[in-house]
């Protein structure tokens, strides 16, 4: 609701788009390669069953185009020390308890890679990324002042109706946090998972604050309110059975995909692919700029 159908929704027309499994930004919390491949599974398959068309998009494995990670360390000579200590984002997950490793703190770097590589112009984000765009933006001009004109200065889009996604415990949805809801889990996980949902003790009939993540859910999934004069049992059950009508057709997408991997393969190599043309040129770009091609030593 937060991120995947708002950019199905944006999908086609005139606008280019790119989207992609972030696999190596998840070595900065990995758990291990098993993880890490059904975590990429379940990434891609997800995107697929909610409806992201391979035909409209460029759709691709960030570790299939090698290109990001030399643009990415070029930037690096290119990124002051004191703007990634500014890095929001990077000091709220230290203060959760993540471990600080280089990765984490280069996340936004990285990042900037990502975008730049491919003439982003656009980048949507919820409101907690923002500052990540606007260092790439910062990165971008900063190279371009020394380098002459290479890369597009991106800018973020945020969907302002819809925001950060609140977990079951109040706080933004998160693996990190371990408060998320399983979108593809079976109707079993799905109702245990709003059950967890963290309330308060107030009287069945009393009105509720109806900024609750379960009103505010409730309304994402079927775009209506839900009376807040009802007991927080009810509530879950309201916003389960909610939930699951909504889920039901594309789980069963996603359990086809899990199963049929070797397709979702394929279309992943085919992103990659018409990803890596354009990221080729941006790097001849880059290395040009700073005298490492071939043609910049003539």
């Given amino acids: 609701m937060g991120c995947i159908k708002p950019a199905v929704e944006s999908v086609g027309g005139e606008v280019e788009s790119y989207f992609f499994i972030a696999d190596m930004h998840a070595l900065t919390t990995f758990k291990g390669a098993g993880a890490m491949q059904h975590g990429i599974r379940d990434i891609a398959c997800t995107w697929l069953a909610c409806g992201l068309d391979p035909k409209k998009t460029t759709f691709y494995r960030q570790s299939d185009v090698p290109e990001i990670f030399e643009i990415y360390t070029v930037l690096g000579n290119f990124t002051p020390k004191g703007l990634m200590d500014r890095a929001h984002a990077y000091k709220a997950k230290v203060a959760d308890g993540l471990d600080a490793n280089m990765g984490l703190y280069n996340y936004p770097l990285l990042m900037t890679a990502d975008i730049l590589a491919f003439n982003t112009n656009f980048v949507p984000v919820g409101s907690d990324q923002a500052q990540h765009v606007e260092m790439a933006s910062d990165i971008a001009k900063a190279f371009n002042a020394v380098c002459g004109k290479t890369f597009v200065e991106p800018s973020a889009v945020i969907k302002k109706d819809v925001g950060i996604i609140a977990g079951t415990d109040g706080r933004k949805m998160s693996k990190s946090y371990n408060n998320t809801i399983p979108l593809f889990g079976s109707r079993e996980e799905l109702l245990k998972s709003v059950k967890k949902i963290t309330t308060d003790s107030t009287a069945p009939d009393a009105p509720k604050d109806p900024g609750h993540v379960i009103f505010g859910l409730y309304k994402l999934f079927t775009g209506t309110e839900m009376d807040t004069r009802v007991g927080w049992g ?65």
């Fill in 234 to 298: 009810d509530a879950k059950m309201k916003l389960f059975e909610a939930m699951d009508a909504y889920i039901a057709p594309m789980r069963e997408r996603y359990d086809y995909l899990m199963s049929h991997w070797g397709e979702v393969e394929r279309i992943l190599a085919e992103g990659a692919e018409r990803a890596r043309a354009v990221a080729r040129e941006t790097l001849a770009r880059v290395k040009k700029a700073v005298g490492i091609s071939g043609e910049g030593h003539k």
